[in-house]
């Protein structure tokens, strides 16, 4: 039996769960606010304890990182990204968990072949693609201001 694609595209629209659009972006929303929150607090408070602004966020990114890592090593993670969709994924915890979550997966294989050899599966080619782009960006700069120097 032939079935037309425009019949196969209504039959598939139908079987298809209906997705809480809403309810989807107001958690994505509240999750990545209360970890922005979160990150805006540690960096308030390492200020505080530390009195260098520059150290503290560099305090409040590691924090972030590790409590990432940590909840992606508990499967906690997971299961908040579950519910909170799009807010996992602000920028600095997305990236700790979308490393640490292969390596993760392939620990029982030991430490060099599971966990070291899959801890960069999905962030390497971000990490040896934005350390090559930032050096040639680098070179540039320095190129631009040397010709804009006369020499």
């Not at 994505?28 to 960096?43: R, S």
């Not at 997305?94 to 390596?103: K, L, Q, R, S």
């Not at 430490?111 to 599966?121: D, E, N, R, S």
């Amino acid at each position: 039996m032939a079935i037309s694609k425009e019949a196969y595209a209504a039959l598939c629209k139908e079987a298809v769960p209906k997705s809480p659009l809403w309810k989807d972006c107001v958690w994505a929303f509240l999750v990545g606010g209360a970890i922005c929150t979160l990150g805006q607090a540690l960096i308030r408070g390492y200020t505080a304890l530390l009195g260098d602004e520059q150290a503290a966020r560099t305090w409040g990114s590691i924090t972030l990182i590790a409590l990432s890592a940590l909840l992606t090593a508990l499967g906690l993670y997971d299961r908040l990204a579950k519910h909170a969709g799009a807010g996992t994924l602000v920028p600095i915890t997305g990236f700790a968990n979308a490393v640490a979550a292969p390596a993760m997966e392939f620990h029982t294989e030991g430490l060099v072949l599971g966990l070291g050899a899959k801890l960069f599966t999905i962030a390497g080619p971000v990490l040896v693609y934005g350390t090559a782009a930032s050096v040639l960006y680098g070179l540039l700069l320095c190129a631009a201001q040397a010709l804009a120097k006369g020499g």
